[in-house]
């Protein structure tokens, strides 16, 4: 595991829009898996200008995201699909049909999950994969107690994050119950995984990765046992 630390959101933002820069350069046709929340905002402003600069094209990128909230309609201002098309997929030339997003909607959820593990696959795996971190050290939604073997499924999500999330919704009586992600072993099947943390929130959760003590109390310890993940984080001291 590599650390890089920053002194800033930007310069955070700045060093992961490289490593996606390189990506894109090495391997035009690269499969992303792409992450919300706060945390990758900065970057995906970043990936736009130097889209909309020439320096890369995501013409033949496919894009997974790790996760959606259950029963939010696409078109609901806090449903991932418009956070992605907001934040990132309607500023730059990625082809509507190369992005995917668990469908929160489904009729058949289980099946969904599913077909969301073979779609992945089918596009020969991700090269290179994004992640935010909850404050309890959920990656993706996948909250403490998750099975490091869980492939994409269906979560309760926890108090504690329907508190943080909170923040995208008018009511927090509306944040959902429940998500759609990916889980564990589907993020580590990624090539190579980068996550990045910014803030003193983030401190503990940094704090106990750095520990080295891996355990499905803590689901982002998972990452020590992956061979290529780099952590971009700062502001925690
Ligand atoms: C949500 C997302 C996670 C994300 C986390 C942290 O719960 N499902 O993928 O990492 O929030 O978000 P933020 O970057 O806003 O702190």
């Known amino acids: 595991m590599k650390w890089i630390e920053v002194n800033s959101y930007d310069e955070m933002s700045e060093v992961a829009a490289d490593i996606f820069t390189k990506q894109l350069q090495v391997k035009p046709a690269s ?3 792409l992450a919300t929340g706060g945390s990758p905002v900065g970057m995906y402003k970043e990936l736009v200008k130097r889209q909309q600069a020439g320096n890369i094209s995501f013409n033949d990128v496919i894009t997974f995201n790790l996760d959606e909230y259950v029963g939010l309609d696409q078109s609901s201002p806090a449903s991932y699909w418009t956070f992605m098309h907001e934040n990132l997929f309607n500023h ?3 082809k509507e049909e190369n ?6 909607k489904a009729e058949n959820l289980d099946e969904e999950c599913v077909a969301y593990d073979a779609r992945i696959k089918e596009a020969g795996g991700i090269d290179l994969q994004l992640l935010g971190i909850g404050v309890n050290g959920h990656i993706g939604f996948n909250e403490p107690g998750t099975s490091f073997e869980s492939l994409t499924n269906i979560v309760e999500l926890t108090e504690s994050t329907r508190t943080e999330n909170a923040i995208y919704f008018d009511d927090s009586k509306d944040v959902p119950t429940h998500a759609i992600t990916m889980g564990i072993q589907s993020i580590m099947n990624a090539k190579e995984i980068i996550l990045i943390a910014f803030g003193e929130k983030k401190l503990e959760a940094m704090e106990k990765l750095k520990s ?4 499905e109390d803590f689901p982002a310890s998972q990452l020590l046992n992956h061979p290529n993940v780099t952590i ?6």
């Not at 992005?99 to 929160?104: E, F, R």
């Not at 080295?212 to 355990?215: C, D, E, V, Y």
């Not at 971009?232 to 001291?237: A, E, L, S």
């Open 99 to 104: 992005i995917h997003l668990p469908n929160g």
């Open 232 to 237: 971009i984080y700062g502001g925690t001291k």
């Open 92 to 94: 730059v030339d990625i």
């Open 212 to 215: 080295g003590i891996i355990t």
């Open 31 to 33: 499969i992303l898996g």
